[in-house]
């Protein structure tokens, strides 16, 4: 019987997609680490002069009457830099907006351990070098370099790294935050009034794009190089640039009445083939879409795969002669760094993480433990992209630079080799589990509410939102499984409001259970979804009306305790299950993950479907006469 929906090679290519991120952080990082490794070889080679001549090499930009020289070096840390720097502003966006950043309890460790992982570096890096001439440098070992910190965690490899990655990239953007503000505040080169108010007038231009009905990428780029420009002129660093754009780029979740018009032009497309339907549906595709994802996935791999390698490449080539090792060996500068990054970063993310636990300011993802928070803490030390950047703001004279250079290389190391030895130690001592693979609650047909057979061999359990728009349009895909399985499969509905984003999905969920009581709870379903945009008070009474149901009982039940604790308890067990997004789907007992549509769920359903009894065996039965 052929299944409804996508091909199954256009489904896999999907699937492949969304488990690749422990690659290509693996692959990111390897590609950075062979940057460095060149740099160095190249440096301390017989040809190692050469390194810094083609680094220096003038390059003159025109632009009609405008003219800017700048060398071969600063094209890289000034101009490749603001895209980096430009993907580091739209992340931060996006998880203060619809991310991690939003939910205040789980946000609140992370941002006050990368805050701890912030402060302490640079206090150990000035009790080390107040007297020494190079207090300025502090700023080196303040941050943590996200695309070696991702793929050292991927090198590494420990079991169910999910959560551990999740917090990391929390606590990772919390720093790069950081890092920019320290920048902007403390490495400027002097600030200019006039080029200052440009940048006021181009900020508030790029505020107005998302306004623009049509161009908006455009106009985007070009006052995006109108900021880099007037920011340098301004006296603060030109990568900043980058992050400005970034923040005030739009970010929202996918709307329903932008996903539904991109399902109906792609379906008349289908109908009727044509260039028309196809521009349209293309560009209703993209606009349901921030542009702020969209640029995301868009320019990632160029900065992983070839801005960072050939920011190593231009930065990493520290002369490792005697004389240096020599002066590096007893240089508190040297000594700052390490201690800064290694002990810093190590003692203030542990150690702020295990307070805020016990004074029970914020708490852990489930699943996460102090054993994986200090093996991520380790390797949180390994500082190399923005302490790199920061050593050529920081320390003008380029020995010192050097000494500066093989602090940060030497911290790497030694943090991957603690983080490493951390993960190989605590996951002996306490094996981890994986979180949220398993439902907790198997089906009870005396309190679920599902539809099919209670004894049906299949089942998928759902945990939605009837205010999530994508929930509602699972009901198609849950429909068509049921259309093809017949009585051989069973629904089971379990509530997951996202009270954060959806304020009316709880007391909905709540008037879908008054519902039940009544016998009705399909039909208010159907009549919750197909209404998601009217969901107050006011609309739950009249779709009860509408399903005649006892007024005066739905009143009574709709706020009822019982009620209540029923929502409550499904959601204390998607909690316990880190279930944070909806539809979330388990096929039998274990968690479905990739895309819902149909065809997916049909084969999931599928690859479960017990092996065919044995003809023999089957006959030999008491019972096969029948």
Known sequence: MTTPGVSATTVASVRRALKKGGTTDRSAAMLLLLGTVIA?????????????EFWQTPIQVTIGSFSAQLTLHQLVNDGLMAFFFFIVGLEVKREFTIGELTDRSRAAVPVIAAIAGLILPALIFLMLNANTGQADAWGVVISTDTAFLLGALAIIGPKFPARLRTFLLTLAVVDDIGALVV?????NHGLHVVPLAIVAVLLVLLALVRFLPAGRGPAYTVLGFALWLAVAAAGVHPTLAGVAVALLIPVFPPQRNEVERAAELTRAFR???NTAYAR?????????????ERLQSAWAPYIDFLVLPIFALANAGVRLDPETLSAAVSSPLTWGIIAGLVIGKFVGITGATALVRMLRLGRLAPGLTMPRIAGGAALSGIGFTIALFIVGLAIEDQETQDLARVGVLAASVISFALGWAIFVVGDRLRPPVPIGKVLVRPFDPERDHFRGRPDAPFQITEYGDFECPFCSRATGSIDAVIEHFGDDVRWVWRHLPLETVHSHAKEAAQ????AALQGKFIEMARTLFANQDELTTDDLFEYARQLELDMEKFAADLRSPAVIRRVEDDQLDAEMMDLHSTPTFFIGGKRHMGPWDSASLIRALEAGRPAPEPERERESRPDAAG
């Not at 920048?183 to 490495?187: L, P, T």
């Open 511 to 514: 008037a879908y259970e008054a």
């Open 40 to 52: 160095i070889v190249w440096a301390n080679s017989p040809w190692g002069s050469t390194y810094e």
């Open 271 to 273: 109908e009727s083939p």
């Open 280 to 292: 349209a549906a293309t560009r209703s595709l993209r606009d349901s879409i921030s542009i702020n």
């Open 183 to 187: 920048i902007a505040v403390f490495y």
